[in-house]
């Protein structure tokens, strides 16, 4: 998907304060920060062109994983009972650019400790909403609301920070707690280590996950959203390719317990003459099922499923 003009020119706006002439060190710094130093619960915003940067260069992604994530969810019969919305880590602001561009009239609060990051949504808002300072680890939230979301916040914390800082989500949750994070094989584990103490308060997973304990052995699931790279993105991150796919996983917990009779299918078809393989997971568990041609109708809806679509 390509970002809506609005935040592009805002972008565009942003992006012409940094010093160009450290424009390939910052980003190298900075990718180098979350290569090495995510995890430990460290502040990796080091100055006013790091959050440049970011907003730049990663903000893109993160606002087309929210923004088609949750138009899915939707369409899978989640998230159209809400009003408001605490966005913790909200950084400079794709929850609430994404959100903004899907619902009509939701209440915001947002919660960020990172100043030049507070101080770059600012300018891409317009100053149309207060950012509360707070730093997830040492302070409360004393508020509450339907969803609260996480995106791209907690596989920056330590194991220790990340299940202390969740019990605070669930905790001013009236409905939902979406987690979204990088689609790599640790965030997929770290995101499942969160499901007993989610259970302990009331809530469970109800997407995407199907079955009650993850059966995959030595394996994951990942996401993919694809956003159109702007002249801006390209320059940033010296890149050529008119667009990247960003690899994502996510959690969505919910404090009413919905029944899962869907299947997904977690790998890409193999698509033979005769036969169509779809590996799903359903309340069941993870199952590879081949659809011949003689099970006509079946063969044909098989032949349109995408990997991780539901079925
Ligand atoms: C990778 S950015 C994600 C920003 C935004 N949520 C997004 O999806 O683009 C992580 C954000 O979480 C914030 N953050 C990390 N640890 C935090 C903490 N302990 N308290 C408050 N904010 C925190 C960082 O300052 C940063 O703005």
């Known amino acids: 998907m390509n970002l809506p003009k609005y935040l592009t020119d805002k972008i565009n706006l942003v992006f012409s304060e940094i010093n160009k002439n450290k424009l390939k060190s910052t980003q190298k710094n900075l990718t180098d920060k979350y290569?090495?130093?995510?995890?430990?619960?460290?502040?990796?915003?080091?100055?006013?062109?790091?959050?440049?940067?970011?907003?730049?260069?990663?903000?893109?992604?993160?606002?087309?994983?929210?923004?088609?994530?949750?138009?899915?969810?939707?369409n899978q019969g989640f998230l159209s009972d809400i009003?408001?919305?605490?966005?913790?880590?909200?950084?400079?602001?794709?929850?609430?650019?994404?959100?903004?561009?899907?619902?009509?009239?939701?209440?915001?609060?947002?919660?960020?400790?990172?100043?030049?990051?507070?101080?770059?949504?600012?300018?891409?808002?317009?100053n149309s909403i207060n950012v509360n300072r707070n730093d997830l680890l040492k302070d409360e939230i004393n508020s509450s609301a339907d969803i609260v979301t996480a995106s791209y916040v907690l596989s920056e914390m330590s194991e220790v920070d990340r299940q202390r800082v969740f019990s605070k989500l669930l905790d001013c949750s009236k409905k939902y707690v979406l987690i979204v994070d990088t689609g790599t094989p640790t965030t997929y584990e770290n995101l499942l280590k969160l499901k007993d103490l989610a259970n302990s308060k009331g809530f469970s997973i109800v997407a995407p996950c199907k079955c009650n304990v993850c059966p995959l052995k030595n394996d994951y699931c990942q996401f993919f959203a694809r956003v159109e790279r702007s002249r801006v993105l390209l320059q940033a991150k010296s890149a050529t390719l008119s667009y990247e796919d960003e690899k994502y996983f996510y959690l969505l917990f919910s404090k009413?317990?919905?029944?899962?009779?869907?299947?997904?299918?977690?790998?890409?078809?193999?698509?033979?003459?005769?036969?169509?393989?779809?590996?799903?997971?359903?309340?069941?568990?993870?199952?590879?099922?081949?659809?011949?041609?003689?099970?006509?109708?079946?063969?044909?809806?098989?032949?349109?499923?995408?990997?991780?679509?539901?079925?």
């Open 256 to 311: 009413e317990n919905v029944v899962v009779d869907k299947k997904r299918v977690i790998r890409r078809p193999i698509i033979k003459e005769n036969e169509i393989e779809l590996t799903t997971c359903s309340r069941n568990g993870v199952i590879i099922e081949k659809i011949t041609k003689k099970n006509k109708e079946e063969f044909k809806k098989a032949k349109k499923i995408k990997i991780n679509e539901e079925m």
């Open 35 to 74: 290569k090495n130093k995510t995890g430990t619960s460290k502040d990796l915003i080091s100055d006013k062109d790091d959050s440049i940067i970011y907003a730049v260069s990663r903000m893109p992604a993160t606002y087309s994983v929210i923004y088609t994530l949750v138009k899915t969810l939707i």
């Open 83 to 126: 009003n408001s919305v605490i966005d913790v880590g909200s950084g400079t602001g794709s929850v609430f650019f994404a959100l903004s561009d899907i619902y009509d009239n939701l209440n915001f609060e947002l919660f960020e400790r990172n100043k030049n990051m507070i101080d770059i949504f600012n300018k891409l808002s317009d």
